[in-house]
RNA sequence: GGGUAGGUGGCCGAGUGGCUAAAGGCGGCAGACUGUAAAUCUGUUCUCAUACGAGUACGAUGGUUCGAAUCCAUCCCUGUCCA
């Protein structure tokens, strides 16, 4: 199977921009790029897939390079429905920093930041520099600018599709780059790129999208109840990872260990079948988590998270030592509680409710179990004897969400 | 600058003086059923409160009124048309 078919086969090529990338895809030794703005200090899951892309491509022999925008992290890529609000220069800079460290870590791959250009050209030059080769008709055409049209959308953000197209000149022009690969989002961007690329040097450059990945009603995945799943374990743990992929719907699992996993097409293959047979067993949802976190954080995290979630759904933590519980969960999420309280106030300064009220109701409707025993009195009052080898205690809410208190 | 249509709870969207903490949908949370899945059904969803009640809220500020998301004034923002 060539580089373009398994791309192709995984469901990770949407646009392209000329066929004759195929063949140079195939090939090897294009230097590329991929970038991202420091909107956030970590990256999430939802830019895992692209990010991805950049490994297979390096295993096939092209030289990778990721951009963090910190500069275009100043202006703001247009997004489909509102204007972004400003993020602070300080913020920025920080979460550059934050990014620069986490990519160099996961990915190991050389990282450039578009400020370190931008910041020796002045408006006079970038008007007439790089402006003149924007019709104001074309930037309307792009899909992202007319759906924005009917809501307003401000100069700066206009400007964005500008900035990067710079930046691929930049890199075409100092780091030998070719070819960009994104997000099917940034499909007008990349063009822009390439048409500029072509205008003032008369090069030919490339790129390809990938497809936003969704769920099965077609919304953004990469979220667990609202919240982003970042890739930093600090802000979100091995164990959340493990379970959100555990769970991920039977009719997505396939697709999702062909967008994410370096398994190959038998492996896969195998694991539908099985998955066919036996969805009770989950064994594709288990390789999913297993690869991804393994990936991300090292085998040992996700044996943690395995271990952890054994225990957690079998009940089991009650004859577990306070040297394993300390173990298995995060310090991050154990919160310090006091023994000879009511069972609402617990609760709450648990996080497991956001307040007394909230507490009452879940403990009503049977949301709640302690130490695994299914807990409805309203004035309950938490003792000694209900904390775990004398230090932890164990807040169930709802099916599976877990909270730890210590004494 | 002028005309015009708008700005409602996380989102969409009804509501044109009291019965409105504000219909309905989506999303979220919880329960049942399951496989920690999907689908379905049920409850819940401004904040606080042991369900009494209190506080905040319909772009902003002021006003009319016993009473305003609803009327008036000024301002801000968005679309749209004209210049």
Redesign the pocket.
Known sequence: MTLVEELKWRGLIKDISSPELEEKLNKGGLTFYIGTDPTADSLHVGHLSSFLISKRLKDAGHNPILLVGGGTGMIGDPRPTTERAMISKEEVAHNFECLKAQVEKIFGFKVVNNNDWYKDINVIDFLRDYGKYFNVNYMLDKDIIRRR????ITYTEFSYMILQALDFKHLHEHEGVDLQCAGSDQWGNITAGIDLIRRSTGDEVYGFTMPLVTD??GKKFGKS??NALWLDKTKTSSYKLY?FF??V??SMVIDYLKIYTFLSKEEIEELEKKNNEH??L?EA?KALAREIITFLHGKEEYDKAVSL?EHL?NNEFKDLSKEDIADLFDAQDIKQVESNTNILDLIVTMGAA?????A???LT???ISINGEKVNS??LEVNDDMFIDNTYIIVK?????YYIGRK
Do not use: V, W, Y
């Open positions: 049209l009917d809501t307003g099965s009603q109840e609202g379970q555990i769970n719907e039977d969805p009770e989950r949802h979630a759904f956001s307040s007394k009220r909230e009452r109701e879940f409707s049977g949301a309203l004035d809410r709802g099916k599976k969400n």
